[in-house]
Every structure is written in C-alpha cells, then in structure tokens.
C-alpha cells in the first residue's frame, strides 16, 4: 500500500513542492552558453596575440563589457549547479557535502562580483 | 560501472568525460578567465605578470587543458541538450553524435591552441 496521499501522488510533488528547478536551470544556461560562450571563442581569435592593449580595448566596449558579465554570471551559475550534482552523488558525508557545497557557492558568487567589478572599471574609464 | 561486467563504451565515457572536463572548467578554466579580466583591468604591469605566468610550461599546461575541456564540454553539451528534447537517444545515433563531438573537439582545441599558444 503506498503511503502517498492520491491527490500528492496526482500533483506529483514530493515535500520539496518542486523538484525541476535545478534540471531546467541547468539547460537553460547551459542554451544561453552556447551563444555567449560561441561569442567568446569567436572573439578569443582576434584577441590572441594582441596583448594587454587588445585586451583592454575589448574589455572597455560597452557591449563586450555587458556579454562579458553575462557570461561570466551565466558560467559560473551553471558550474555552481553542476558542481553540487557531482557533490551530491560521490560525496556521503553529511557535513562534508555541507562544507563543500558552500564552498562551491560562495566561490561562484565571489568570482562573479570579482570579475564584474573589473569588467566595469574598464568600461566606465577608470 | 567499473566492474567485471563492465565493457567500455563511448556513451558511458563520455558521460564520465563531460562530468569530468565540468569539473576542471569550474576549478581552474573559470579562475583562468577571471584571471585575464581581473590582470586586464589592472593594467599593463599586472598583465605583463598574468602573461609571463601563462607563457611558462605549466601555465600553457593549464590553458591548453582548458581549452580541451572547454571545447569538448561545449560540443558533448549540445549533445546532451539534443537528448533532453527526447532525440537522438538510440545507441546508433548516439555513438555517431559522440564521434562528431569528438572529432569536433579535436579541430576545435587545435584551432585554439593554435592561435593561443
């Protein structure tokens, strides 16, 4: 006899209420990388081997500047998600999957606040 | 799945594979990037310094490493994107897919590299 109450076993919701959130968000940026890291390596081509005044001049354009951040949040947003399905199946130590899974965080929102600062003191001329 | 029983196939490596090349990107490919728009920003000195430390042998290691794994995960992805709109899920289809993205890593990362480094 199942346990689950025929209309929670109907609306297909565990206790969580949600269950899809970090399967569709993982497609979802990894769709939006596929343009604005297809964007990247295409523009990684004329950067090579033009040194710091190629990198700076890219960086300093308005619109590289924003698609920069984008794909700098969007990037590191997927790697978060990716990064705690790995810990969640090889890591079976409660406090350890706690531990690293905050590591995995904060490190992706430190890098994201980083890199956007940085974007940003090129491109408003600092 | 790595057992007495178990035989190699591409489907089950690159699955490992992709997992494997996510991890390294998060760990060392987004740190390098960060690092080139953080050492950018910081002027012509700090770049000088992240290009000397890129042009050693370990730093070219870690970029060419980067390449491959990014290269090999961004073609293997829209594989595994293909599969989540429910195509391409037969063994045939999905061996053919695998060799593609393959042989689409390998000139990728060479063209890469070849610019890059």
């Given amino acids: ?126 | 799945m790595i057992g007495p029983y178990y035989k190699p196939q591409m489907t089950s490596l690159m699955s490992i594979t992709h997992r494997a090349s996510g991890i390294f990107l998060s760990v060392i490919g987004a740190p390098l990037m960060l690092w080139w728009i953080i050492a950018t920003a910081s002027g012509p000195q700090a770049f000088a310094t992240f290009e000397q430390y890129i042009g050693s042998w370990i730093g070219m290691l870690a970029v060419a490493a980067t390449v491959l794994c990014l290269c090999f995960h961004f073609l293997n992805g829209i594989r595994h994107l293909v599969w989540d709109t429910g195509r391409a899920l037969d063994i045939k289809t999905a061996t053919t897919a695998g060799w593609i993205v393959l042989i689409g890593t390998v000139v990728l990362t060479a063209a890469l590299l070849g610019v890059l480094l």
């Fill in chain 1, 1 to 126: 006899m199942s346990m689950i109450n025929p209309i929670a076993k109907a609306r297909g919701l565990g206790s969580a209420k949600e269950g899809v959130h970090h399967w569709y968000a993982q497609r979802a940026s990894a769709v939006l990388l596929i343009f604005l890291m297809g964007w990247m390596i295409y523009s990684a081509f004329s950067l090579a081997g033009g040194g710091y005044e190629a990198s700076r001049a890219f960086i300093a354009n308005p619109f590289n500047a924003a698609f920069l951040s984008l794909l700098l949040v969007v990037v590191l947003y997927h790697a978060m998600l990716g990064l705690q399905v790995v810990i969640e199946d090889y890591v079976h130590q409660p406090a350890m999957e706690i531990i690293l899974y905050f590591i995995t965080r904060a490190g992706a929102y430190i890098m994201m606040a980083l890199g956007i600062v940085h974007i940003m003191k090129l491109a408003l001329g600092a």
